[in-house]
């Protein structure tokens, strides 16, 4: 009887082994729990990370965009002044908008000099996009920025300031793109 006891208790013993394997399974669900949160944690670190990345280039594409959109909106009212000028000058008026041939030739080498250091922001800017390893994937959407500018100041070099203009506005259209394509 003894040992039908002793047998019994083994087997109680025994039988509750299942139970603590059901415990040891709930843990293992805790952990790949935990796992997953943490690769997910992990996930929006590496995004956050890659936001970070992108801020500083976002922010020179935006630094050209509105540096180019205020010269547009001087370039508009100089260009038109020296329009003035000239014909004034042209017709012998004598009022306050003709200007000296030499006045006028000075304000269109200041000009000319601003549309050559507009290029050469540009020009800059596409060097940074096309040289870095990381942005180098967003090169496309704006190679061929510094182009529009080479053509601007080729532009403004035979005093067609207007045409100059246009051109930057196909600049700047080109530079809202590639902003945008920094997602």
Do not use: W
């Not at 394997?21 to 670190?45: E, F, P």
């Not at 936001?51 to 100089?78: C, H, M």
């Not at 080479?150 to 100059?164: G, I, K, T, V, Y």
Request: proline content about 2%; glycine content about 4%.
């Amino acid at each position: 009887m003894k040992r039908a006891l002793v047998l019994t208790l083994a087997c109680m013993l025994l039988g509750s082994v299942p139970a603590s394997s059901q415990t040891r399974h709930r843990s293992a669900q805790k952990r790949s729990a935990r796992a997953q949160a943490s690769a997910a944690q992990k996930q929006q670190l590496l995004q956050q990370q890659q936001q970070a990345d992108l801020r500083l280039p976002r922010e020179k594409i935006a630094t050209q965009i509105k540096a180019l959109s205020q010269f547009l909106y001087l370039l508009g009212g100089v260009s038109k002044g020296i329009e003035t000028a000239e014909q004034a000058n042209r017709n012998h008026e004598q009022s306050s908008l003709a200007l000296p041939v030499d006045q006028i030739e000075r304000n269109k080498t200041r000009l000319k000099e601003s549309i050559k250091n507009v290029r050469a922001g540009l020009d800059q800017l596409e060097t940074t996009f096309r040289v870095n390893a990381a942005l180098m994937s967003y090169y496309p959407s704006l190679a061929g920025v510094a182009k529009i500018g080479q053509m601007a100041e080729s532009q403004a070099a035979s005093n067609n300031f207007d045409q100059a203009g246009r051109s930057l506005i196909n600049a700047v259209n080109k530079l809202t793109d590639a902003l945008a394509a920094l997602r």
